[in-house]
C-alpha cells in the first residue's frame, strides 16, 4: 500500500511537471514565433530599401544595445527601429524606417477611401530622404531636372531615378490624355511638383519639396482638408484608374489610398511599391524570409547577404 501511495506521488509529479515543460515550450515557441516575424519583416524592410536606393545606401550594421541602422552614402547611420511605442500621430511626427514601411500599400483596385488610419506613403523619414535627394533647399533644387510632360517641362528630382520615373510616366500618360477626353481633365493643367514648402498645418516638410511629388489638375474635392468623407467617395469613385496604374506601375504610390486622402498627389516611394509587390503576406513557416521575389540578380543576392551577416 506504501509503495502504491508513493508510485501514485510520481505519476502526479510526472503530470505535473509534463504540463508545465509543455507550456514553458509553448511559450517559448510563441516568442520564437514573435521574434521571427519580427526579424523577417526588418530583414525584407531593408531589402527593399536597398533594391528602393540602389547606391544611396551603402551598408547595414547592428550595434549591440543600439538597433541595425542603414548606412548612407555619406556615411550617416539611420536607425531602423527606436523601439518606442507611438501612437499613429507619433509615427507621422518622429518615425523611424520601421514606421515608414509598416503599413503595406495596396496595389489592387479600391473601391472606397480607406478606414482610418491607413495612410501608407504618408510617413516619411526625412533624414532618408535628405540623404537621397538633397539635404537642403539648395540641394535639392541642384538636383532637380526638367521632365516634359505634355504641352510644358516640369522640375522633377533627378536622383535615384525619381526623374526617369516621372519620364516613363508622362510617355504613357500624355498620349493617353490626348485621345481621351474623359481623361484629359484629371490630367491637365497639372498643379506642380518641386516646391519647397512645409505640409499646411505642420512643421513638416512636403514631399513637393524634395521634387518626388506630383499633383495633377486640382479639383476642390481632392484633398481631405478641403473636402467631406462623402466629396471625397464621389470624386475616388470617378477617379481614372488608368492613371493610378500608370503611376504605380513606375513605382509611384498615389493620395488616393489614404484615409488622409490626397487624391491628386501622386509620390515617387519604390520602396513601398517593392514591398507591396514582393512582400504583402506574411512568411509562412519554413519559408525563407526573401521568397516573394519574382527574379534575382547578382545585385539583389549580394543585397541579401549583406543583411543575413550583418544581423547574424
Ligand atoms: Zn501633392
Known sequence: ????GLWLIILALTIGFG???????RNQLILTQEENEYTVTMKRDLLCLMMAYPGHITGIE??????????MRSGRRILYDDKKEKSFQEK????????????????????SLMPPNFDPGRIRV????????????????GNLTNV????????????????????MVMDELVPLAGSNPKIYPFVFPMSGTFNYRNIAGTGQLSPH???????LARNNKDYWKWATREEGEKR?????????????????????KWTHFDILHFEYRPELILKARYFSGQAKPHQLWYEGLTSMDDTTRSYIQMIESALD
Open 236 to 256: 475616388l469613385a470617378v477617379y481614372p484608374r488608368e492613371i493610378v496604374k500608370i503611376f504605380e506601375k513606375n513605382r509611384f504610390v498615389w493620395g488616393g
Open 209 to 215: 519639396a524634395f521634387g518626388t511629388a506630383i499633383d
Open 19 to 25: 504540463r508545465v515543460n509543455r507550456n514553458y515550450i
Open 1 to 4: 500500500m506504501k509503495k502504491f
Open 62 to 71: 547592428a550595434e549591440d544595445g543600439k538597433g541595425v541602422f542603414i548606412v
Open 92 to 111: 507621422l511626427s518622429s518615425p523611424d524606417l520601421q514606421d515608414m514601411l509598416e503599413q503595406i500599400y495596396p496595389l489592387e483596385d479600391i473601391q
Open 126 to 141: 526625412y533624414s532618408f530622404l535628405h540623404e537621397v535627394y538633397g539635404g537642403s533647399k539648395a540641394q535639392v533644387e
Open 148 to 167: 516634359k510632360a505634355g504641352p510644358q517641362y516640369i522640375l522633377f528630382n533627378k536622383q535615384n531615378g525619381a526623374a526617369e520615373a516621372l519620364d
